[in-house]
């Protein structure tokens, strides 16, 4: 090397800082070293986007003006800036091609630790001297020296204190690492020194996972870790995760009932639960189980985060789409797929399409709360298919299992409706251990209804309340801008006022419109004239309420004695009652009335009381 008289470099030479190395060495000297232009705006384009590869490469060319300025190498920068349209076309070969240009044209030797450039340019008949990647042994990281075995998280962030998460699912703490705060420096120095340990493959299993504008996310061996810098944060930041301990299902308390229904019946299961919760922890141990029950098993994630057993294959987003794994997985049928937080409602309709082709399914969502992990699915799937896509919810937090869900279709009048022709398909959502019934899914109008059956005696006003919206939303069709008003007595029946203008509007030629209507709602419809109601404003009477052992008692005042008043737990007409000597109007607390009154008061419904006369 020593005879040399010109050498080429490329892009991934410089990147991996093998120049400066070869030159402080001695292997490479008189020597002239030739940068193309095309690789100084690669370099910077890359830096300008906020990716490392950018910034080592930009540093490297510094330090080769070091040695320059030393008399070790001569430094020669050459040929002109490529357009922005070229430099994008790089990953393609663009910039490639005219770096073999010049070193043809200069009669040099090409410089490059890319192999395919290494290949194309002695198909050319260009000398090329190519640089194998160095078996690098792993070093001591400077960002272990914050680990301590039972450290699950790290957490550096500019102007702040390091930050520990420390302990094991269900008993971790934050740690307080040190008083002195990090600087911009020290962040950059590791951030750097872990993305060059990871370009020379030093530790197993170590990539870059993402590289966007101010982002990078890399896998490091066991751990991962995002880095983020400006723009895109308000400062230098990194991040990394690793896990403490390999869990079993055995680690977790989980009862024999659910336990056969993993073994048995489980076969669409969303693992739900906050970021942090332990969701990706349990969603491990869960793909264990079912290896260990002798399953074929793939996992679809991300990045990759998922700590399995080399039996267990983890695949990415193929050529950035999910749809396109799927279609990889589909041809490769395996038993059980976990997909990995699932956000967007593609990701959401390839678990879907991935279950309903037969494929055993464990998805991962953020939710704060179970019920949440249904509701992630309405809208993106049609609602009667939930029930043959997802069978089985599981709630994690604080690293246990906090809810088991099962999802079960049926087909009758929902909770707190009573007209027998409002049957319909509805989906229960049960709890799992007791088969109590916490939820229903229904269609009601164009509307889809989420409604908790532990306070049936709530259902009956928001139910209510919504058919009196979709009416309303259909009349309006006809009406325009005229003055209509709506009331319910009951959920299959409504009463539209109206005045003697607008109703011929809303009935129709022969009846044809109102017929429409009321086949569209599947609710009975009377039309009448604000006349035939007269004042329909009463005056509402000041109230005082109490609460005895044995009684309700409204306080109206002794002006109110001997006369009529209505009682209303928000539009909803409760009952009639007679004020007595007093004013007061008294309710047995052993009444179905006092039971509604003292739902309305624990929710915080307004009751309202007006004069009947």
């Known amino acids: ?201 030093s530790f197993k299993d170590s990539f870059i996972e993402i590289e966007r504008k101010g982002a990078t996310v890399i896998q490091l061996g066991d751990m991962r870790i995002a880095i983020a810098r400006p723009p895109f944060s308000d400062g230098y930041e990194i991040t990394a995760v690793r896990p403490v301990a390999k869990i079993t299902l055995n680690d977790y308390t989980l009862s024999p009932k659910l336990k056969q229904r993993l073994k048995e019946r489980a076969e669409g299961i969303l693992v739900a639960g906050p970021p942090g919760g332990g969701k990706t922890t349990f969603s491990s141990a869960l793909a264990e189980f079912y290896k260990e029950k002798g399953c074929i098993i793939k996992t679809m994630e991300q990045p990759r985060d998922l700590m399995v057993s080399d039996e267990v294959t983890q695949y990415r987003a193929l050529e950035g789409s999910m749809e396109k794994t799927a279609e990889i997985l589909l041809l490769v049928r395996p038993d059980y797929t976990i997909f990995d937080e699932m956000r967007k409602t593609s990701d959401f309709q390839v678990y879907a399409d991935m279950r309903l082709a037969g494929i055993g399914m464990v998805g991962v969502v953020h939710c704060a709360e179970a019920i949440d992990a249904v509701q992630r699915l309405i809208g993106r799937v049609e609602l009667g298919m939930i029930p043959s896509i997802v069978d089985t919810i ?48 229904y269609t009601f109008g164009e509307e889809v209804v989420v409604m908790p059956v532990g306070r049936a005696r709530r259902v009956a006003a928001p139910v209510t309340k919504l058919a009196a919206d979709r009416v309303l939303q259909e009349i309006r069709k006809y009406t325009r801008d005229a003055h209509v008003e709506i009331e319910m007595p009951s959920e299959s029946r409504a009463i539209i006022w109206a005045d003697d203008r607008t109703i011929p509007r809303i009935l129709g030629k022969r009846g044809k419109t109102i017929e429409k209507i009321e086949d569209s709602l599947g609710i009975s419809i009377d039309v009448r004239a604000f006349e035939e109601r007269g004042p329909k404003i009463k005056p509402e009477v000041p109230a005082e309420l109490q609460r005895t052992d044995k009684h309700i008692i409204f306080s109206l005042g002794e002006g109110m004695a001997g006369k009529s008043v209505e009682v209303y737990v928000e539009d909803e007409y409760l009952f009639t009652a007679t004020a007595g000597r007093a004013g007061d109007v008294r309710i047995s607390k052993k009444s179905n009335i006092a039971e509604r009154l003292l739902t309305a008061i624990d929710v915080g419904e307004k009751i309202k009381i007006v004069s009947a006369e």
């Open 394 to 441: 599981i709630f994690i937090k604080d690293g246990g299992v906090g809810k088991v869900y099962e999802i079960v279709q049926s087909v009758r009048v929902p909770t707190g409706m009573y007209e027998e022709d409002l049957a319909r398909p509805l989906i229960e959502v049960r709890d799992f251990e007791t088969g109590k019934v916490e939820y229903e899914i």
């Open 1 to 201: 090397m020593k005879e040399m008289q010109k050498i080429v470099v490329d892009s991934s030479v410089v990147v991996d800082g093998r120049i400066t190395k070869l030159i402080e060495e001695g292997k490479i000297e008189k020597t002239k070293i030739v940068v193309p232009e095309p690789v100084v705006a690669e370099l910077e384009f890359q830096a300008n986007q906020g990716r490392e590869t950018g910034h080592s490469g930009l540093q490297e060319l510094q330090a080769l003006r070091r040695l320059a300025d030393e008399g070790k190498i001569e430094l020669e920068y050459t040929g002109e800036r490529p357009s922005l349209e070229k430099i994008k076309l790089a990953p393609g070969g663009e910039i490639d091609a005219m770096i073999r240009d010049f070193a043809r044209k200069l009669d040099a030797t090409l410089l490059t630790s890319d192999k395919v450039q290494a290949e194309v340019a002695r198909a050319y008949g260009i000398e090329t001297i190519y640089l194998e990647p160095e078996k690098a042994v792993a070093k001591e990281l400077s960002i272990m020296k914050f680990f301590t075995p039972d450290t699950m998280s790290l957490h550096l962030k500019e102007g702040v204190p390091p930050i520990a998460k420390r302990g094991k699912p269900g008993q971790v703490k934050f740690v307080k690492l040190r008083d002195q705060s990090c600087a911009a420096d020290e962040i950059v120095g590791i951030a750097r020194e872990i993305i060059e340990e990871t370009r020379k493959a």
